[in-house]
């Protein structure tokens, strides 16, 4: 049988475990997520990405999935998918969105790259919160995120996902910044 098996580093099952299980503010979701992040490449379990799926309006945490790319050597196990992939599992469900479900919240690290932005699309999320949007996180790194449509934040809005940028921002950077000095892999495919 052939499978694959995407899971959390076990620093992040152990963090999720010890934390509040409800985050009321944004920037208490964020700051939650920029955490994430930064441990995840402190402890070599990937890149400095981290994403977590909240409910919008009580801040009950689902869940928070970090990038596992290298370590699971698996394209696609970057955080949004690793936290929307865990939460759906987690709440028995393909469609965060479904009829009867509260209004699910996806909280990233910086916004989603051209995979991602399609997951976050398809999930069922209601709401996408995002540390920053503009070229930092490439320039400062080196990731290349690919080609996210010109008008990404209006096909969300088309698609009746709510957009909120601009979430702790500095400190979203100052997590890149580290990454960039401590040398760590940069795995875009042919360093394209």
Same mark, same amino acid.
């Given at each position: 049988? %052939?499978?694959?098996? &995407?899971?959390?580093?076990?620093?992040?099952?152990?963090?999720?475990? @010890?934390?509040?299980?409800?985050?009321?503010?944004? /920037? /208490?979701?964020?700051?939650? =997520? =920029?955490d994430f992040s930064r441990k995840n490449f402190q402890n070599g379990t990937g890149g400095p990405?981290?994403? +977590?799926?909240?409910?919008? /309006?009580?801040?009950?945490? *689902? %869940?928070?999935? %970090?990038?596992?790319? %290298?370590?699971?050597?698996? #394209?696609?196990?970057?955080?949004?998918?690793?936290? &929307?992939? &865990? $939460?759906?599992?987690?709440?028995?469900?393909?469609?965060?969105? $479904?009829?009867?479900?509260?209004?699910?919240? &996806?909280? *990233? @690290?910086? !916004?989603?790259?051209?995979?991602?932005? +399609?997951? =976050?699309?398809w999930s069922g999320v209601r709401s996408l919160v995002v540390a920053g949007s503009g070229p930092?996180?490439?320039?400062?790194? +080196?990731?290349?995120?690919?080609p996210v449509p010109a008008d990404w934040q209006g096909e969300l809005e088309k698609r009746g996902?709510?957009?909120?940028?601009? *979430?702790?921002?500095?400190?979203?950077? !100052? =997590?890149?910044?580290?990454? $960039?000095? #401590?040398?760590?892999?940069?795995? @875009?495919? !042919?360093?394209?």
């Amino acid at each position: 049988m %052939v499978e694959i098996n &995407l899971k959390l580093p076990q620093w992040a099952e152990k963090e999720l475990q @010890n934390m509040p299980t409800h985050f009321r503010t944004l /920037e /208490e979701r964020m700051a939650a =997520v =920029v955490d994430f992040s930064r441990k995840n490449f402190q402890n070599g379990t990937g890149g400095p990405f981290a994403a +977590g799926v909240f409910e919008k /309006e009580s801040g009950r945490m *689902v %869940v928070i999935g %970090v990038n596992r790319v %290298v370590p699971s050597k698996c #394209s696609s196990a970057h955080a949004e998918v690793m936290a &929307l992939s &865990l $939460a759906q599992k987690m709440l028995g469900t393909w469609d965060l969105g $479904a009829p009867g479900m509260p209004t699910h919240q &996806l909280v *990233v @690290n910086w !916004r989603p790259c051209a995979m991602c932005y +399609g997951a =976050v699309i398809w999930s069922g999320v209601r709401s996408l919160v995002v540390a920053g949007s503009g070229p930092e996180l490439e320039e400062i790194t +080196g990731f290349d995120e690919g080609p996210v449509p010109a008008d990404w934040q209006g096909e969300l809005e088309k698609r009746g996902i709510e957009l909120v940028d601009g *979430v702790l921002t500095d400190q979203a950077t !100052r =997590v890149f910044q580290e990454f $960039a000095d #401590s040398g760590a892999l940069v795995y @875009n495919s !042919r360093q394209g």
